[in-house]
């Protein structure tokens, strides 16, 4: 149930962050990105500082560093708490050194790290809020923390505007417009835009031949890829999968295909290029991943769910060889009538690849 609309005369209280939930963590985030800090409030108050950002504005006594259980990990620290671990850091450390922690692909230039003691007490819930509020500012996983009681960052965000974000912004989704554009191999096709509340980038669903609603109409989720979909990269199988469901989509009499902004996985385009340094050097896609600080697989299904939604479908058949999809799609609240298969042949240079998602992540190839 949505909450009255506070009245108009009645003042916010000083201590409230103003605004939406939604724009305060799009605020933080932008500030992370910049190398500023903020207030990140829970039951207590924290300055924080993104880890990858940080110069010499170095956080001060009593700061720690903040990191993912992938990370920690991979450098060999013991997982005391839930989600994150937190190393209390010394007067010394640089913010060069730092980085290095947080930044897998410096592993080989500097391998001497620790030895860590990380935090065993139960944390606050600002410490795990840190680090998604990090990757949803298309960072790395890594923050720095110091509890403080001044007030004198200019942008506060709360644990609670965080842990709710993803839900927050596909509630706000709007569709925003729609124009035919004819499609090689789908002439018949309208393009549909979408906006969130928090000024993320826009999400298209395209639809091919206006199917019928409420479905069950055949769909693709596809997941941006600015190397497979534009520049035709052989690391992936991405733009063959795009151009080939467009294909399919139209040769079956209709049906939607979603473009999302989720590049790499959720993980975002600078951190899937340094995922590909990883891989490089040997590790495949999910382990590069992991080395990162990120979970195999960020992406989330809700936006996608909404969009179907305002487009007035109810339930797919979906074009996907990956089962995680039909779960997230199903917990996002459409049915999945049908998992109908979608792939393609490989080549020398995406061969491991997908062989590491057949294997490692369940994907029916």
Do not use: W
């Not at 340094?274 to 992406?299: S, V």
């Amino acid at each position: 149930m949505r909450k009255p609309t506070r009245p108009a005369f009645r003042k916010r209280p000083k201590s409230a962050p103003s605004g939406s939930g939604l724009a305060r963590v799009a605020r933080a985030a932008d500030a992370l990105r910049q190398g500023r800090p903020i207030r990140l409030e829970g039951r207590a108050a924290f300055t924080m500082l993104a880890a990858e950002t940080l110069a010499e504005h170095l956080p001060g006594k009593g700061a720690l560093l903040v990191l993912s259980h992938a990370r920690a990990r991979t450098l060999k620290i013991r997982l005391y708490t839930p989600d994150v671990v937190a190393l209390p850091l010394d007067a010394g450390m640089t913010a060069e050194r730092i980085r290095a922690i947080a930044d897998p692909t410096a592993d080989l230039a500097t391998p001497l790290k620790g030895p860590f003691d990380p935090v065993r007490e139960k944390l606050p819930e600002a410490f795990a809020a840190s680090v998604k509020l990090a990757k949803l500012a298309g960072l790395l996983p890594a923050a720095i923390l110091r509890k403080t009681n001044a007030k004198r960052e200019a942008v506060t965000v709360s644990a609670k505007d965080i842990a709710s974000y993803e839900k927050d912004a596909a509630a706000s989704l709007k569709l925003v417009t729609r124009a035919r554009v004819p499609l090689q191999g789908a002439e018949h096709t309208e393009l549909v835009a979408f906006r969130s509340g928090d000024g993320a980038p826009e999400n298209i669903a395209v639809v091919i031949d206006r199917p019928p609603t409420p479905g069950p109409v055949l769909a693709r989720l596809h997941s941006e890829c600015f190397t497979g979909d534009l520049l035709g990269s052989l690391k992936c199988d991405c733009g063959a999968q795009l151009r080939g469901a467009i294909e399919t989509i139209s040769k079956a009499g209709g049906g939607v295909l979603l473009y999302l902004a989720q590049e790499g996985r959720g993980i975002g385009l600078i951190n899937k290029l340094r995922a590909y340094r990883l891989q490089d050097q040997g590790f495949d896609t999910i382990e590069a991943n992991e080395r990162l600080g990120f979970d195999d697989d960020e992406r989330l299904y809700s936006v996608a769910a909404r969009m179907l939604e305002l487009l007035g479908y109810r339930s797919v058949r979906l074009l996907t060889n990956n089962p995680q999809k039909v779960k997230g799609l199903e917990a996002a609240g459409i049915a999945v009538t049908e998992r109908v298969p979608h792939a393609f042949p490989s080549n020398d240079h995406n061969r491991a690849y997908l062989r590491t998602k057949a294997e490692k992540a369940g994907h029916l190839l």
